[in-house]
C-alpha cells in the first residue's frame, strides 16, 4: 500500500483526518498553543474525556473523540521539554511519534496529522525536532495501516524545513 508523508501549513483545528495529534502536558487538562487552540475548537466535552485520562507520562500518548473537530480523534502526546539536549529529550520525542502512529494503528485509523510537538513552549530546536518527526514516521510506518501521515506546520519556516526534510 503506497503511504502518504505530507507537510502542510496550517492551523491543525481545521484538518479533516481521522486523528489530530495534540502536543500536551503531562495533566493533560490543556494549556496554551496548540493544545489551547485544540480544547477551544473541540469544546468542554475533550476537556471531559481527558480528565478521566488521569494525565499522561512524558513520551506516551491517549486517544480521544474528537468532538466539535473535523478530526474524528485526538491523539494526545506528551513531548520534552528542551533542556539543552542531553536529558534523553531525542529519545522522548521519538517515543512521541512511535506511540501515536502506534496507537493510530491500533485503532484502525489511515490519516493522522502531526503537529511540530516540543518546538513551541517546549523550546525544542525546530530543525533538529523535524529532523526525528520524518526519521521516526518513515521508519514506524513499515507494515502499518497508515495510509496518510501530515506534518501540520504553523510557521512558513517550520514548512520549509519539512519540505526540504521530505523532498517535496
Ligand atoms: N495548529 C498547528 N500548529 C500550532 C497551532 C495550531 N492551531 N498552534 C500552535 N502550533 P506548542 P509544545 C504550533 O507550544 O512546544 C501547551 O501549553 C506551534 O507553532 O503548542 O509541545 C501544552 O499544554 C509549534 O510549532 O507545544 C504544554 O504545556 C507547535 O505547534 C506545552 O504547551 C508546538 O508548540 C507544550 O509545548
Do not use: K
Not at 493544545?35 to 475533550?46: K, T
Not at 529529550?89 to 510537538?117: D, K, V, W
Not at 512558513?156 to 524545513?161: E, G, P, Q, R, S
Request: proline residues 4%.
Amino acid at each position: 500500500m503506497t503511504m502518504l508523508l505530507n507537510a502542510l501549513q496550517a492551523d491543525i483545528t481545521c484538518l479533516q483526518v481521522d486523528a489530530i495529534v495534540n502536543a500536551a502536558n503531562e495533566s493533560l487538562l490543556g494549556g496554551g498553543g496548540v493544545d489551547g487552540a485544540i480544547h477551544r475548537a473541540a469544546g468542554p466535552g475533550l476537556l471531559e474525556e481527558c480528565r478521566r485520562l488521569g494525565g499522561c507520562p512524558t513520551g506516551e500518548a491517549r486517544i480521544t473523540a474528537g468532538y466539535r473537530l473535523p478530526a474524528r480523534h485526538v491523539i494526545h502526546t506528551v513531548g520534552p521539554v528542551w533542556r539543552g539536549g542531553r536529558h534523553g529529550e531525542a529519545e522522548l520525542l521519538a517515543a512521541c511519534y512511535r506511540n501515536s502512529l502506534q496507537l493510530a494503528a491500533r485503532h484502525g485509523l489511515h490519516s493522522l496529522a502531526f503537529p511540530c510537538i516540543s518546538t513551541g513552549i517546549y523550546g525544542y530546536p525546530a530543525e533538529e525536532a523535524a529532523q526525528i518527526a520524518v526519521t521516526t514516521v518513515r521508519e514506524a510506518l513499515h507494515g502499518s495501516a497508515l495510509r496518510e501521515v501530515l506534518f501540520c506546520c504553523f510557521s512558513a519556516t517550520d514548512l520549509a524545513i519539512y519540505r526540504r526534510l521530505l523532498g517535496l
